[in-house]
């Protein structure tokens, strides 16, 4: 049935069992004992079943067993059902049964507060090498092998999606919807508290199982950030990640921790690892379906419609989401005028009109899947009086079936409830098929980032650690019971750790800046204080110097009016930094509670504080990623070239690699701004907590 597996835990007993044992079996209806019993039997289950009650002798049809350690033969599966008091005991009793693998559907464990208990299973199952799902689960199907061991429907559509879920509530109700919309399932695991199995173990294990196209997780959070970051993904791995909102994020002393959401950072790691985020269920489970075609092997595609106004919507939509349609007018004409009356027209969308029939559809289907040059479909059907969907729908199946071509198809029928008919027989047919032309195309267009996604370069994070005269000055400042660093000793740690600067110096006299500032002009010349943070507000900030006569009158006049203005600040004397022209970018990185390090990249100035363009990325992270840091934000065109200036992206991509060495030494980084010309990008100011 499958490929023997290779992961991180052995899953063997919940997807390739023999014999399962429900503990808390009930001949009570009402109990979910019975539920799940019941649907394990109806399901048609073809191993050994085991009912665990010590009241009853049989429970619907099946000898019953007072404990697990009464069953005569191996039990592969354990469910367990009975009250949360007595788990950890059946938890022993089934490690000493040899049972490895578990699914605990029993509630009141670390979701009320009972975090002891949980350990305590978890404790159990560690020491005798046995993997369980929960506790506080739904529990959990696998169709190839007729199995429902869960109190969820019954008649599941069999497919190829395995469906993870953190909510076991919405398990059921999508368990239910995907029977309405004919869309099956390989598998459907709920997690729940997830003491044990989480999701980076069910992906490595689908991963091997010829059974599953596609894993599509629904995500509240994550435990361990940083172990999911790491899951080998093979398949498509599809994640509907809620809270999006920042409400729950923690403001930080930086622009790096306050632009951090919760959510930026999942959509960051997604995207780092390689797995499809959507934003709903529609998307997900539309996106899910689409993964029962090929690959696309081009770019060129082909769209099929009986009604314009449908046909210009879909070119819409397509043209947004960057999918390409064939544009070669005489080709088209010649290949498909034949397929439909003089009235139609042969550019692209292809319009057979309503008076092209069932015939006209399977002609232009035909076509599109035998010539080379067409690389997608897109089949668009608008109802109407003279044609039947489904025959329409079953016209599209058979061309597809007989024409064995490896190209894509998708389909939108827009209609009433013969409409909805053709579009369950298209699913059942492995054809993905939607009511909404957005979804068709949203469809397509995931297939082509998979195929991005498989065929993008192997990021090779760098290794290099911060230098130890940058370690050694971090710990001189921790004994000194100072957390924020000094601007100078700031921008000695970026230098010394590979961040390009512009020419900068720190002095304490008069005399000895006139000296240092030579061959730095112009410049800018700000007060060196631990006591002044906003140092505009005290005349701590001189621009545009360019002599030493302009430093000499600065200089005097800032330790002349500072003290008058704030006069507790320690003042130890002037950073002075040569001034440059360029773009301005924020390059930041902070500590996630989920993912650990992650480093931030945007445009500074104006857009970071107004349209918060900025990016993440887990550390650590290589050149490639770095690359795609930089193409990730909405104000890539900046970068390419602006007001005649165009950003360095190789020095960039150089300070996102070097800060990376700071990971293990500090709380926050914000270089703001970096300042990128055609010469190169330059940290011209950097704030680091430590």
């Given at each position: 049935?499958?490929k023997?597996?290779v992961?991180?835990?052995?899953?063997?007993?919940?997807?390739?069992?023999k014999?399962?044992?429900?503990?808390?079996?009930?001949?009570?209806?009402?109990?979910?004992?019975?539920?799940?019993?019941?649907?394990?039997?109806?399901?048609g289950?073809?191993?050994?079943?085991?009912?665990?009650?010590?009241?009853?002798?049989?429970?619907?049809?099946k000898?019953s067993?007072k404990?697990v350690s009464?069953?005569?033969?191996?039990?592969?599966?354990a469910?367990?059902?009975?009250?949360?008091?007595?788990?950890?005991?059946?938890?022993?009793?089934?490690a000493?049964?040899?049972?490895?693998?578990?699914?605990?559907?029993?509630?009141?464990?670390a979701?009320?507060?009972?975090?002891?208990?949980?350990?305590?299973?978890?404790?159990?199952?560690?020491?005798?090498?046995m993997?369980?799902?929960?506790?506080?689960?739904?529990?959990?199907?696998?169709?190839?092998?007729k199995?429902?061991?869960s109190?969820?429907?019954?008649?599941i559509?069999?497919?190829?999606i395995?469906?993870v879920?953190?909510?076991?509530?919405?398990?059921?109700a999508?368990?239910?919807?995907t029977?309405?919309?004919?869309?099956?399932?390989?598998?459907?695991?709920?997690?729940?508290?997830?003491a044990?199995?989480?999701?980076?173990?069910?992906?490595?294990?689908?991963?091997?199982?010829?059974?599953?196209?596609?894993?599509?997780?629904?995500?509240?959070g994550?435990?361990?950030?940083?172990?999911?970051?790491?899951?080998?993904?093979?398949?498509?791995?599809?994640?509907?990640?809620?809270?999006?909102?920042?409400?729950?994020?923690?403001?930080?002393?930086?622009?790096?921790?306050?632009?951090?959401?919760?959510?930026?950072?999942?959509?960051?790691?997604?995207?780092?690892?390689?797995?499809?985020?959507?934003?709903?269920?529609?998307?997900a489970?539309?996106w899910?379906?689409a993964?029962?075609?090929?690959?696309?092997?081009?770019?060129?595609?082909i769209?099929?419609?009986?009604?314009?106004g449908?046909?210009?919507?879909t070119?819409?939509?397509?043209?947004?989401?960057?999918?390409?349609?064939?544009?070669?007018?005489?080709?088209?004409?010649?290949?498909?005028?034949?397929?439909?009356?003089?009235?139609?027209?042969?550019?692209?969308?292809?319009?057979?009109?309503?008076?092209?029939?069932?015939?006209?559809?399977?002609?232009?289907?035909r076509?599109?899947?035998?010539?080379?040059?067409?690389?997608?479909?897109?089949?668009?059907?608008?109802e109407?009086?003279?044609?039947?969907?489904?025959d329409?729908?079953?016209?599209?199946?058979?061309?597809?079936?007989?024409?064995?071509r490896n190209?894509?198809?998708?389909?939108?029928?827009?209609?009433?409830?013969?409409?909805?008919?053709?579009?369950?027989?298209l699913?059942?047919?492995?054809?993905p098929?939607?009511?909404?032309?957005?979804?068709?195309?949203s469809?397509?267009?995931?297939?082509?980032?998979?195929?991005?996604?498989?065929?993008?370069?192997?990021?090779?994070?760098?290794?290099?650690?911060?230098?130890?005269?940058?370690?050694?000055?971090?710990?001189?400042i921790k004994?000194?019971?100072?957390?924020?660093?000094l601007?100078?000793e700031?921008?000695?740690?970026?230098?010394?750790?590979?961040?390009p600067?512009?020419?900068?110096?720190?002095?304490?006299?008069?005399e000895?800046?006139i000296?240092?500032?030579?061959g730095?002009?112009?410049?800018?010349?700000?007060?060196?204080?631990?006591?002044?943070?906003?140092?505009?507000?005290?005349?701590?900030?001189?621009?545009?110097?360019?002599?030493?006569?302009?430093?000499?009158?600065?200089?005097?006049?800032?330790?002349?009016?500072?003290?008058?203005?704030?006069?507790?600040?320690?003042?130890?004397?002037?950073?002075?930094?040569?001034?440059?022209?360029?773009?301005?970018?924020?390059?930041?990185?902070?500590?996630?509670?989920?993912?650990g390090?992650?480093?931030?990249f945007?445009?500074?100035?104006?857009?970071?504080?107004?349209?918060?363009?900025?990016?993440?990325?887990?550390?650590?992270?290589?050149?490639?990623?770095?690359?795609r840091?930089?193409?990730?934000?909405k104000g890539?065109?900046?970068?390419n070239?602006?007001?005649?200036?165009?950003?360095?992206?190789?020095?960039?991509?150089?300070?996102?690699?070097?800060?990376?060495?700071?990971?293990?030494?500090?709380?926050e980084?914000?270089?703001n701004?970096?300042?990128?010309n055609?010469?190169?990008?330059?940290?011209?100011?950097?704030r680091?907590?430590?």
């Open positions: 049935m499958k023997q597996a992961y991180s835990k052995n899953l063997e007993g919940f997807f390739n069992t014999s399962v044992a429900v503990i808390g079996a009930s001949a009570n209806p009402s109990k979910i004992g019975y539920q799940i019993l019941n649907n394990v039997i109806a399901g289950f073809e191993g050994a079943i085991y009912p665990i009650n010590p009241k009853d002798d049989e429970i619907l049809g000898k067993y404990s009464d069953v005569p033969g191996d039990i592969d599966l469910v367990i059902t009975i009250p949360a008091p007595f788990v950890v005991a059946t938890m022993e009793e089934c000493k049964k040899k049972v490895k693998n578990v699914a605990i559907i029993t509630s009141g464990f979701e009320v507060g009972n975090h002891a208990d949980e350990e305590k299973i978890k404790k159990i199952a560690d020491e005798n090498k993997a369980f799902i929960g506790p506080n689960i739904l529990g959990f199907l696998y169709t190839p092998l199995l429902n061991a109190f969820g429907p019954q008649d559509l069999s497919g190829k395995a469906f879920s953190q909510s076991g509530a919405l398990a059921i999508l368990m239910g919807w029977v309405m919309e004919s869309i099956g399932l390989g598998s459907l695991v709920s997690l729940g508290n997830k044990d199995v989480d999701e980076k173990d069910l992906i490595e294990h689908f991963n091997n199982d010829d059974n599953i196209d596609v894993v599509l997780i629904y995500m509240e994550l435990k361990d950030g940083r172990k999911f970051l790491n899951t080998e993904i093979k398949k498509p791995v599809i994640v509907l990640k809620v809270g999006r909102s920042q409400r729950g994020a923690k403001a930080a002393a930086s622009h790096t921790g306050s632009l951090a959401g919760a959510d930026g950072i999942f959509d960051a790691a997604f995207k780092q690892m390689g797995a499809l985020r959507a934003s709903s269920f529609t998307d489970f539309g899910a379906r993964f029962a075609l090929p690959l696309p092997q081009g770019e060129e595609t769209v099929i419609t009986n009604g314009g449908i046909g210009v919507s070119t819409d939509a397509c043209e947004e989401a960057g999918i390409q349609l064939l544009e070669d007018v005489a080709w088209t004409e010649e290949k498909f005028r034949k397929t439909m009356p003089d009235f139609g027209s042969t550019k692209n969308p292809i319009d057979i009109t309503g008076g092209a029939g069932v015939e006209g559809y399977r002609k232009a289907i076509i599109s899947l035998e010539e080379d040059k067409i690389h997608c479909v897109i089949v668009l059907y608008c109407t009086a003279v044609t039947d969907p489904l329409i729908a079953k016209a599209v199946a058979e061309e597809y079936r007989t024409v064995e190209k894509p198809i998708v389909a939108a029928f827009v209609g009433g409830e013969r409409s909805r008919s053709a579009l369950h027989f699913s059942q047919n492995n054809i098929a939607y009511d909404s032309v957005d979804q068709a195309v469809a397509l267009k995931i297939l082509h980032t998979w195929k991005d996604i498989c065929n993008r370069p192997k990021d090779v994070p760098g290794q290099e650690k911060a230098p130890q005269e940058v370690v050694d000055m971090i710990n001189k004994k000194e019971g100072r957390s924020l660093l601007e100078h700031a921008r000695e740690i970026m230098e010394k750790c590979g961040v600067t512009p020419k900068w110096a720190f002095a304490r006299t008069v000895e800046a000296e240092k500032a030579e730095m002009y112009p410049l800018a010349m700000k007060i060196a204080s631990p006591d002044i943070i906003h140092k505009t507000d005290v005349g701590g900030v001189a621009l545009n110097i360019s002599d030493a006569e302009e430093i000499r009158v600065k200089f005097n006049s800032m330790m002349t009016n500072i003290p008058k203005l704030a006069p507790n600040a320690q003042l130890l004397g002037v950073n002075m930094i040569q001034m440059t022209k360029g773009i301005e970018c924020i390059i930041g990185m902070s500590i996630d509670p989920q993912f390090p992650v480093v931030m945007g445009l500074g100035g104006v857009f970071v504080e107004l349209m918060k363009d900025v990016s993440f990325r887990v550390v650590p992270f290589g050149k490639i990623e770095a690359e840091l930089i193409a990730s934000i890539q065109k900046v970068l070239g602006f007001r005649g200036m165009k950003a360095h992206k190789e020095s960039i991509i150089q300070t996102l690699c070097s800060v990376q060495k700071l990971a293990p030494l500090v709380k980084i914000d270089i701004p970096l300042i990128s055609d010469e190169g990008s330059f940290a011209v100011d950097a680091i907590i430590v």
